[in-house]
């Protein structure tokens, strides 16, 4: 069984990953993996590399991730 991973963007307060792996769940956040000052498309990718979700504040993430979810689409059919 998988188990949750949280990656929480640099718009993310670093104390939510904190506070998250002391409940015992796998987080990372923006600040500890060195990603301060990237790319929204970055932090994508990066989360995807690490096979987590990510939180985040910042209000055109979902936007974003339609845009590359319709990317997908196309590339692979």
Do not use: C, P, Q
């Not at 500890?32 to 990066?46: P, T």
């Not at 995807?48 to 991730?65: G, N, R």
């Amino acid at each position: 069984m998988a188990r949750l991973k949280i990656y929480t963007d640099e718009n993310a307060d670093v104390r939510i990953a904190e506070g998250l792996k002391r409940r015992g769940i796998k987080a990372f956040s923006a600040h500890e993996k060195d990603m301060i000052g990237a790319s929204d498309i970055e932090h994508f990718k990066y989360a995807s590399k690490i096979k987590a979700v990510i939180f985040t504040h910042d209000h055109h993430f979902l936007e974003i991730a339609k845009k590359l979810e319709r990317l997908a689409k196309i590339t692979v059919e």
